[in-house]
């Protein structure tokens, strides 16, 4: 049987937010207007799990570290050339106070003027609040959550991480447009679990045609995950298994389905959540169901990419970290320094009502190495962005070659479209949005 070894649930989460509303000052910190001051960007990074027993497990705070030091080395660099003074300064918290206490110790003892972080949802909850209250930038660089960009989203918070949403939209996308007409959904049994599935069915509903979801489990810790369930996908005659659980739970169902002898040829797409969309996990994936956990992958960001610049991109990286390609969580820490940076010296100030303001500006482009300059949606603050998907390869023994490209998603460049209307293919738009800023 699968026991759910996370839940994420979220039911408490608008009261923490309450509370630490109440905490902090409701006067935000005034930021020094000129680029004199110089310009510190403080990133809170994620403690690698005291219970972590794998590399997959451990990956998301290393590649989180890796890619926002060399985000720090490239641009102070480019600082030193320009004639400015720039610095990126680190704290390392887990948890909601902890990551609260360390903004705050960022942004009042080392004069950042911006927070990057968030890889849990409720630190970024607490983020979020945090800097409502202070009048500082926070930008997102590792939750997903919907809950940030509807009912908890706030005017100082900006999200360089896909949304669920997003992520949702490109697997439907693409797994419609190859055929698979007949889905089996697998969810977690929470509420974010149910919110996965709910904005799934949307998609397909809505934004796709001709699909039937021809079965449904939701994971408890009674459900049998072995002949069972595999009994339960051939009846249905599905020809796609959708995962909507996290990363621990989907390796174990993986490797119980191919032991149960669940056709070795069906595909399985999994939701990708930011641990699962690294190499380490590629590798505990292939390692559980050697056929099962070699299938098609969504991520943010590919080690292989070879257009946009990003064979010189990726080639930076690889060369700094002794060869380790570049995740997408790395990829992310770096484009939320280059992003909070770009917003301070373009923009002129590190006031923070001036970096708002160019954030939100429509005006205001960033170069996420995907081929396109893109902008922050003005309605929740999500940043606008392609997809990848990447198949995991079968037979590769180097980390770099384990991912392998094959598709990216919206086609951005189709002849006599709007790449602005295609990037808001993938997420929802303004009319489903909820929130208020």
């Known amino acids: 049987m699968l026991i759910p070894s996370c839940r994420r649930t979220v039911r408490s989460l608008p009261a923490l937010a309450l509370a630490l509303a109440v905490a902090l000052p409701a006067a935000p910190v005034a930021a020094q207007p000129a680029l ?46 320009l004639g400015v003074d720039f610095d990126v300064l680190f704290e390392t918290a887990s948890g909601p106070a902890a990551a609260v206490a360390a903004a705050e110790r960022l942004l009042i003892e080392r004069g950042v003027f911006g927070i990057i972080g968030g890889y849990e949802l409720t630190e970024a909850i607490a983020l979020g609040t945090w800097a409502q209250a202070r009048g500082v930038p926070f930008l997102n660089v590792g939750v997903q959550s919907d809950l940030l960009r509807n009912d908890m989203c706030f005017a100082t918070t900006f999200h360089l991480e896909p949304s669920a949403a997003m992520y949702l939209d490109a697997i439907a996308g693409w797994y419609v447009r190859a055929g698979f007409r007949r889905w089996y959904i697998i969810t977690a049994d929470d509420d974010e679990g149910d919110a996965l599935g709910e904005r799934l069915r949307w998609a397909l509903e809505e934004r796709h045609f001709g699909v039937t979801e021809v079965g449904q489990t939701i994971l408890t810790s009674e459900t049998d995950t072995g002949a069972d369930l595999v009994s339960a996908i051939e009846r249905s005659r599905a020809d796609l298994v959708v995962l909507l659980i996290d990363g621990a739970d989907q390796l174990r169902l993986l490797a119980d389905l191919e032991v149960a002898g669940l056709d070795l040829n069906m595909e399985v797409a999994a939701f990708p959540y930011p641990e699962t969309q690294t190499r380490a996990f590629f590798f505990a994936s292939r390692e559980a169901a050697p056929n099962l956990g070699t299938n098609h992958r969504a991520t943010s960001w590919e080690a292989t990419i070879d257009a946009y610049g990003g064979r010189e991109y990726n080639a930076r990286y690889r060369l700094r970290w002794d060869g380790e390609p570049m ?111």
């Open 327 to 437: 995740d997408s969580v790395a990829w992310a820490a770096f484009h939320g320094v280059k992003t909070l940076f770009e917003a301070a010296f373009f923009g002129g100030s590190v006031a923070g009502e001036d970096v708002l303001a160019y954030l939100t500006a429509a005006t205001s482009v960033f170069d996420l190495h995907k081929g396109i300059a893109v902008t922050f949606r003005s309605w929740d603050h999500q940043m606008r962005q392609s997809l990848f998907l990447v198949k995991i390869s079968d037979e590769a023994e180097m980390a770099f070659n384990l991912g392998l490209l094959v598709g990216e998603l919206p086609a951005i460049y189709m002849p006599g479209t709007d790449p602005l209307e295609r990037l808001d293919q993938l997420g929802d738009m303004e009319n489903r949005s909820t929130c208020q800023f």
């Open 36 to 81: 004199e001051v110089g310009i510190r960007i403080g990133v809170i990074l994620p403690e690698v799990p005291a219970d972590a027993e794998y590399d997959w497990q451990k990956a998301v705070a290393f590649g989180a570290e890796h890619g926002a030091i060399l985000g720090q080395e490239e641009h102070v660099f480019n600082a030193q050339i």
